[in-house]
């Protein structure tokens, strides 16, 4: 029994910043963990198929991002709250997506069947 959900979804004008918040919880979590788990961010925009956003790994240490949010798009990790967070910064209007949340255990994912458990995904809606 795994959940992970994502919020902080929203309308946005271009510039501006949302922080996405994935919370886990269930029993896989409980009682294996969150600290094992590495997580990751993707992103699914309307006819496209679902693409790599950033991850992070089990410790929280180590951050890896996609080429088109380096330097803008934070990712964090609170194994207290078996949360972790996106932060998204000079956000673009092509950044418009589902943003998913997904969990693998002890590896980052850096590919989207790479991850053993995914949210049901938050709206981002960047206004031009």
């Known amino acids: 029994q795994v959940q992970l959900v994502e919020s902080g979804g929203g309308l946005v004008q271009a510039g501006g910043s949302l922080r996405l918040s994935c919370a886990a919880s269930g029993r896989t979590f409980l009682s294996l963990s969150f600290s094992n788990y590495a997580m990751g961010w993707f992103r699914q925009a309307p006819g496209k198929e679902r693409e790599f956003v950033a991850s992070?790994?089990?410790?929280?240490?180590?951050?890896v991002y996609a080429d088109s949010v380096r330097g803008r798009f934070t990712m964090s990790k609170d194994d207290a709250k078996n949360t972790v967070y996106l932060q998204m910064n000079s956000l673009k209007p092509e950044d418009t997506a589902v943003y998913y949340c997904?969990?693998?255990?002890?590896?980052?994912?850096?590919?989207?069947?790479?991850?053993?458990?995914w949210g049901q995904g938050t709206q981002v809606t960047v206004s031009s």
């Open positions: 997904a969990a693998r255990w002890r590896v980052v994912p850096s590919v989207p069947n790479e991850a053993d458990y």
């Open positions: 992070i790994s089990r410790g929280g240490y180590n951050t």
